[in-house]
């Protein structure tokens, strides 16, 4: 069960909506509903907080908390940290949101990016040699993959661009158009 009752530790109004909306959510990214409320709460929290606290909190059972707290260190989204006189494991959050961001994109494109450009090289290829492949599909494959590469491309660039930066990147938004060439280069 992933849903907070009044048999859980109570928290506030804010953070319990927070932590139900970010598992709705979560959910909607193909993450797991009750991976996304841990998230969640150990991204409110003030203090470190142990997997027994976490089951209580949120209802949920310790064998789920113990797979999904696995997988948000796997993420680094996460991470243990000692308390003094406690031998239990606590956890705590990643909190600067630009780097949250990065180590979610940085998952994402290793999980789904890579592999996705790796398939299309390969059906790019395929289809260079094969009489029945259609010039259509044969453009369309090596603008999908180029497309692809470009965006990766990209994206490992703004791996480089200082958080500020690229804060002030998106915010420019269109904007930035004023500043690129009028001509097409060429």
């Known amino acids: 069960m ?40 150990l991204y409110l929290s003030e203090k470190p ?6 089951a209580d909190t949120l209802g949920i059972a310790r064998s789920n908390v113990s797979n999904s707290l ?5 993420w680094n989204l996460i991470r243990r940290v ?12 990643e909190t600067d949101l ?14 789904e990016i890579d592999p996705a450009i790796a398939a299309l090289r390969a059906c790019a290829l395929q289809a260079e040699g094969d009489p029945a492949i259609g010039q259509v599909a044969q453009r369309r ?17 703004m791996l480089h661009v200082p958080h500020g930066t690229l804060a002030k990147l998106i915010k420019l938004g269109s904007r930035i158009v004023r500043f690129l060439p009028s001509k097409p280069e060429g």
């Open 2 to 41: 992933t849903e907070i009752t009044d048999q859980q530790r109570k928290l506030p109004a804010a953070v319990e909506g927070f932590v139900m909306h970010w598992g709705n959510l979560g959910s909607q990214w193909g993450v797991n509903r009750s991976v996304a409320q841990i998230h969640a709460l």
């Open 49 to 54: 907080i142990t997997a027994e606290e976490i």
């Open 70 to 74: 696995r997988e948000l260190t796997g």
């Open 82 to 93: 000692p308390v003094f006189g406690d031998r239990r494991d606590h956890f705590v959050a």
């Open 98 to 111: 630009w780097e949250m961001a990065t180590r979610i994109a940085a998952g994402r494109k290793e999980r």
């Open 141 to 157: 494959l090596t603008a999908m993959l180029d497309f692809t590469q470009t965006m990766e491309g990209w994206y490992a660039q």
